[in-house]
């Protein structure tokens, strides 16, 4: 009887939660497309790369301020030091005496 009566419990308290449940189709039908609709995407593709060819390259600066400065942009102005184990910039052995 304790039995029958543990499974009644268990059925009622799923039964909302089971309810809750979107229906869900896991395994929906295959759609196969037909040779009227692959046609239409052959050409739709050669088309789109058709019209993909005749976009031109960019040829010219893409710098907006170009006009407005008076000089060339430069380039890094000094090399970056190597640094040491510990973190510190090493600098050559002759400069540090002619530095003082």
């Not at 309810?19 to 189709?25: D, E, L, R």
């Not at 037909?34 to 010219?60: C, F, H, M, W």
């Amino acid at each position: 009887m304790r039995v029958l009566c543990a499974v009644a419990v268990a059925v009622l308290l799923s039964a909302p939660a089971y309810a809750q449940m979107p229906n869900v189709n896991l395994m929906p039908e295959v759609k196969t497309k037909t040779q009227d609709e692959k046609d239409r995407d052959a050409v739709n593709d050669r088309a789109y790369k058709d019209s993909l060819s005749k976009i031109p390259d960019a040829k010219g600066s893409s710098d907006p301020w170009g006009a407005v400065r008076s000089d060339a942009p430069k380039a890094a102005a000094h090399p970056a030091k190597p640094k040491t184990k510990t973190g510190s910039s090493a600098q050559p052995a002759g400069s540090a005496q002619r530095s003082q």
